[in-house]
């Protein structure tokens, strides 16, 4: 694999730190700065929202400027976003920059994929994204639980101002290492776009992937909180239990990955969304129990990601039917899916954490991906009706996030 991949896997891997280390941090950042554990809570909304617009928006509008500019104007932003962060001085200002982070990251995975299968050979694409996304995975496993660490013990500011260090190196990275003659993609419009959202087969995939994501996210996001006030853990311990599910969310995106390949992704997603649920209100019963709840973020790591291929692989099999001229539009938009369901999930989330408390957020979780199971096993019966059957795996199914 050519140098080059390495400098979008640093990309991912920053990227991916930012995104998810304010989950570890939320108790932290609720009492740095003076307001309630929901509206720190609204910090993961907010990117997400970032995330969800910048995909399809900005990936439209930048779609004339050459590839490598755009790369390094996004990493740009996206180490600004995080000075940003560093500094500022109150809860609003933080809640800006985690949007204007957010933005950076929408654009920056919805052209990373075209830019990783220009550097290497048709038949090494696959691969290519795969050691991409890959920067994704490693962040879990070793950038949060890190950053969750600094930031408890330095001061969450010092969190921000590190992955900004690393946003630096991976500017860097892509200036020396990333070719200037990238193939350009011709450029989808958002009327493209938007024609994609006029099929309600592709629309039920974004639900399916709003609402399982959402389920997991209405608890996933109150954690830490969790982990401190229900089972009484030192804040120290929190970036422990990071690595835990860090490492077991590397091990899940595997096993999903193979188990859609082998049984499709309708079998494969009813399986994991199963166990997703299960997983979820099991966590009700064992978070006042250390070694119980630890137990469980194993097993809710092995299924919160282990989606990702099902799902992405589905939407490009209905996008090959439904709009052929727009697969890669119709993926991009189910990574800004992914998102909304990020930030409604934190959302209601909030709005649970603030009523009943929160030891409601992973049963209330659970129904809601009850809900993405239904969606996806009506979206079984209508392929069945319509004949369709389960499918082969497309050859350019990419990753998500």
Wanted: no cysteine; hydrophobic share 55%; net charge positive.
């Amino acid at each position: 694999m050519p140098l080059a991949l390495w400098a979008l896997t640093l990309s991912a891997f920053a990227i991916g730190t930012t995104e998810f280390v304010i989950v570890g941090l939320i108790p932290t950042i609720a009492q740095s700065l003076g307001v309630s554990v929901p509206s720190a809570g609204l910090l993961v909304s907010l990117y997400a929202l970032g995330v969800a617009v910048g995909a399809p928006v900005l990936t439209a509008l930048t779609g004339r400027v050459p590839r490598k500019q755009l790369l390094l104007a996004l990493m740009a932003l996206f180490t600004a976003g995080n000075l940003l962060a560093w500094m500022a001085p109150g809860y609003e200002a933080l809640m800006a920059a985690r949007v204007l982070t957010g933005l950076a990251h929408g654009v920056f995975f919805s052209i990373g994929s075209t830019i990783a299968t220009s550097l290497v050979p048709k038949e090494k694409a696959a691969s290519a994204i795969a050691v991409m996304f890959s920067g994704l995975t490693v962040a879990l496993v070793t950038g949060v639980p890190l950053g969750t660490w600094v930031g408890q013990h330095f001061g969450w500011q010092a969190t921000f101002l590190a992955v900004s260090m690393l946003g630096v190196v991976a500017f860097v990275g892509s200036l020396l290492l990333i070719p200037n003659n990238i193939a350009q993609p011709k450029p989808a419009s958002l009327l493209t776009q938007m024609a994609v959202l006029k099929k309600p087969r592709l629309l039920l995939v974004y639900a399916m992937t709003a609402l399982g994501y959402g389920g997991s996210f209405t608890a996933f996001t109150y954690l830490a909180p969790i982990l401190e006030q229900v089972t009484g853990m030192g804040a120290s311990s929190v970036g422990l239990v990071m690595l835990v599910y860090g490492v077991s969310v590397a091990f899940g995106n595997i096993w999903g990955g193979k188990l859609a390949d082998r049984k499709g992704p309708i079998r494969a997603l009813q399986i994991i969304f199963t166990l997703l649920a299960l997983v979820l209100l099991a966590l009700t019963f064992t978070a006042p129990s250390t070694p119980l709840v630890v137990a469980t973020v194993l097993a809710w790591g092995a299924v919160a990601f282990g989606n990702v291929a099902g799902l992405q692989v589905y939407v490009v099999q209905q996008a090959e039917r439904e709009a052929p001229q727009a697969v890669d539009v119709a993926s991009g938009l189910n990574i800004a899916a992914f998102n909304v369901g990020i930030a409604l999930g934190a959302w209601i989330g909030g709005v649970i954490v603030s009523t009943l408390g929160l030891l409601a957020t992973p049963w209330i979780g659970a129904l809601i991906v009850v809900a993405a199971l239904g969606l996806t096993t009506w979206a079984g019966r209508l392929d069945r009706r319509a004949g369709s059957g389960p499918l082969a795996k497309p050859a350019h199914a990419v990753a998500a996030h």
